[in-house]
C-alpha cells in the first residue's frame, strides 16, 4: 500500500498565483483532512472532509479550498498564494468512529510563497 | 477551546536511559489520544493510540499512558537509542458529532539521544 500520497514535495510561487496541493490515499478511508505546520505554532488544521462530497472548515481555512468528489482523493486548492501561506502543508486520513481515528499522514508538501 | 501542552519542547539525554515526555489537555471529554514521531524534513508517523477507556498502551519500548481526570498522558522510552532522536507530538480529537476527524496537537517535544 502507497498510504498517503502528497503532491508536490517542494513548490514556490509568486504572490498572487494560484495551485493545488494534491493528496491521495489508497487505504478506503473516510476522514481526510489537510494541516499546515509551521515553527511556534504546531500543526493547525485547514479543512477536513468525512466523506465524499462532505467537506468543513478547521482552525486557520481562510485562503483555501477544497473539494473530495472522491473517497481516495482530497486536493488543496490556494486561490490567490500570499506568502503568510509559507507553510509545510501535511494532508492525513483515518477510518471514521470516535473508537478507532488512527491518523495516517503524507510526506508533507513545502510551500514558500515570495 | 481544548488546548493541548508539551512540556519541554526539547529534551537531551545520554544513550541507555530511560525517559517520559509529557503531554497535558485541558478537557478531558476526549476520544482518545495519540501519540506521533516526526523526523526533521518528515510527515508524522503513529506510534501509539489509547482510546479514553483505557489507562495505557504499549509498543515495544514505547509505553503510554492516560490520566483523563488530570488531563495528562505520558510517552516512556525505555533504554533510549540514537534512533529516537526526533520530534514526538501528542494529539487529540475535537469532540464533534462525527467523531475524530479533527485533531488538536501539541507543539511537540524535540528529543536528541546523544550516543
Known amino acids: 500500500n502507497a498510504g498517503v500520497t502528497q503532491t508536490p514535495k517542494f513548490q514556490v510561487l509568486k504572490t498572487g498565483q494560484s495551485m493545488t496541493l494534491q493528496c491521495a490515499q489508497d487505504?478506503?478511508?473516510?476522514?481526510m483532512s489537510w494541516y499546515r505546520q509551521d515553527p511556534g505554532m504546531g500543526l493547525r488544521l485547514i479543512h477536513y472532509?468525512?466523506?465524499?462530497?462532505?467537506?468543513d472548515q478547521g482552525e486557520v481555512p481562510n485562503g483555501y479550498n477544497v473539494s473530495r468528489s472522491t473517497t481516495e482523493d482530497f486536493p488543496l486548492r490556494l486561490l490567490s498564494a500570499a506568502p503568510s501561506q509559507t507553510s509545510v502543508y501535511f494532508c492525513?486520513?483515518?477510518?471514521?468512529?470516535?473508537?478507532?481515528?488512527?491518523?495516517?499522514f503524507g510526506e508533507g508538501s513545502r510551500l514558500t510563497v515570495l | 477551546k481544548q488546548e493541548v501542552t508539551q512540556i519541554p519542547a526539547a529534551l537531551s539525554v545520554p544513550e541507555g536511559e530511560n525517559l517520559v515526555l509529557n503531554c497535558s489537555f485541558t478537557?478531558?471529554?476526549?476520544?482518545?489520544l495519540q501519540w506521533f514521531r516526526q523526523d526533521p524534513g518528515k510527515g508524522l508517523t503513529s506510534l501509539l493510540l489509547?482510546?479514553?477507556?483505557?489507562r495505557e498502551q504499549t509498543s515495544g519500548r514505547l509505553n503510554a499512558s492516560l490520566d483523563k481526570s488530570s488531563g495528562r498522558s505520558t510517552l516512556y522510552i525505555a533504554a533510549s537509542q540514537p534512533g529516537d532522536s526526533a520530534t514526538y507530538l501528542c494529539?487529540?480529537?475535537?469532540?464533534?458529532?462525527?467523531?475524530?476527524?479533527?485533531?488538536?496537537f501539541g507543539t511537540g517535544t524535540r528529543l536528541t539521544i546523544i550516543p
Open positions: 492525513a486520513s483515518s477510518f471514521a468512529g470516535s473508537n478507532t481515528g488512527e491518523l495516517f
Open positions: 487505504m478506503n478511508h473516510e476522514y
Open positions: 472532509s468525512v466523506g465524499a462530497g462532505i467537506t
Open positions: 478537557d478531558s471529554a476526549i476520544y482518545n
Open positions: 489509547i482510546q479514553s477507556s483505557q
Open positions: 494529539a487529540l480529537p475535537i469532540i464533534s458529532n462525527f467523531g475524530n476527524e479533527k485533531l488538536t
